[in-house]
């Protein structure tokens, strides 16, 4: 888990904010695709409110992008929240595009400009 957000970090430059994401994903429900014994991609489930749970991260390594683990594990993320009988959301900035196609492609409809609502479970 360390290696990959190490990496992240890196890529992101958040090299000052290593132990805090480290220690703010360790406290969540943390999901890993694991290949070869390397986390290459993973989602973080987080905190409930009301009748959601947030959808708090979807990550996978530069090296491995474009091959459809981030929307494999968005769907796994979906999906663990379903059957709890809650609904998904997530915030995002609406500047990442394509963290913004990603949800889109996975079902979620924009309704602001702060956070997406899964479609089918919008009420």
Known sequence: VTDFYKSLCEEF???DKFDRKVNEYLNMELYGLIRNGKMIAN?????????????????VRADERQKGYGYKMTVFAINKIKE?????????HIGNLAAMALWKKSGFKQKDKLYLIKVEDAK
């Open 84 to 92: 709890r009988g809650l609904a998904p959301i997530l915030y995002t």
């Open 43 to 59: 989602t973080a489930i987080g905190s409930r409110t009301d009748n959601y749970i947030r959808i708090k991260s979807v990550a």
């Open 13 to 15: 430059r958040w090299t």
